[in-house]
């Protein structure tokens, strides 16, 4: 890769390297990860970053595939926002949102109703994205209950789709493995097709068809399961704008408004779940905006502060807000670190920057660019799809591209656990090899990105991917 710059740029060796390994595998626990993995080699540590880069604690430099983990929109480094953070702590480090309030939290929950579409003008903080997803069904539940259809409280979403960890989320979430461990789970949620058009034909029954059928046929899959469970137990539809896991699946032309007027006749409230769409990650404030259609409640989190402090949210409209409004009523639900002032701050500063450097436009400008970039792979034999929108993409691979043959159980193991992840590390492409679905590779890069970087992006990939075939 010629054109590629040099791996060790930066840094060298941390000076406490030895002990952060051996204190890392004997105290750390590590979220989402096989401890065994590190038994006979390095858990790899980052120590530092610089705006698309990221340097790990042996001086090696890698493009951050991944935003981190599709949250640092403007990338690492920014001054602006550690000032912010900093300057805020100084001021007043701590104050909750429990009857009580503060400016930052206050001024950021004006701009954030502000930008959302419609009447979503009511902003309540948490500190990350499960939290947001718990307080939106919590909200449901209780708006329900104080307007008169008590009965309504069950919640439907779509398969393979991450909603996040708290137990209200992860029974929402479908993906089956990653809820076993610990069911029972909170009762009464239900899954529904998603909008894979790449093995629509597996899963629609339609016969030849284009993608507005394939989206009308989704979409209706939810009506029929309102009907099923009964309208009147039935609060709320939780889905994500463009769904992350099972490899991005974008949402086919129309399914959304026909997914509106469902939501319309059964009283169903439509929460956009978009805990990875909003603030950028497609080219607009809200995934929502870019996909034309009116959520009753939007939750969000990760890019609203770009990473430098952790903050979520769960933004509803006036209508659900109402019943809250008068009399001896409250949203009995809080989070003591929910609008933390540090956070909102931050959120502030990073808001600043997207409108002083015109980061949603930048990324609109770019993404057909990024998308011209990645579909080059679309050559290699290994690479049956891919698919995105914005600076969100996931590459779906196989093992036969003309059948769409996906890898059994002991060939993801091999290939994907095995090989993939750590050879794009060792190329230095930090990203995400995942197989909660069809395996995917997912790519998320921070929204600062320049063609030089997807190009840097494709060469790796093309490398490793070959070799990864190879292996077969
Ligand atoms: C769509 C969606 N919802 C919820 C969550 C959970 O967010 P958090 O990890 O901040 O709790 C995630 C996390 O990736 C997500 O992608």
Redesign the pocket.
Known sequence: MPNRPSLTTMGGMHPDYDHLQQAAKDHLCMHFTRHSTYENSDVPVIVRGEGAYIWDAQGKRYLDGLAG??VSQLGHGRAELADAAAKQARELAFMPLWSYAHPTAIELAERVAHYAPGDLNRVFFT???????ESAWKLAKQFFKMTGKPTKHKVISRAI??????QG?LSI?GLPGMKAPFEPLVPSTFRVPNTNFYRSEETSYLGPHDEHAFGQWAANRIAEAIEFEGPETVAAVFL?PV???GGCFPPPPGYFQRVREICDEYDVLLVS?????AFGRLGHMFGAERYGYQPDII?C??GLTSGYS?L?AMIASDRLMEPFLTGHESFAHGYTFGGHPVSTAVAMANLDIFENEKVNEHVRATEGAFRATLEKLNDLPIVGDVRGDGYFYGIELVKDKATKETFDEAESEKLLRGFLSKALFDEGLYCRADDRGDPVVQLAPPLICDQEHFDEIEQILRVVLDKAYSLL
């Open positions: 983990l599709f500190t990350g994205g499960g939290e947001a997803v789709a991450y909603h996040g960890t708290p989320a979430t994500e769904q992350n896991s779940d978009e805990v990875i769409c939750t989190a990760k952790p979520g």
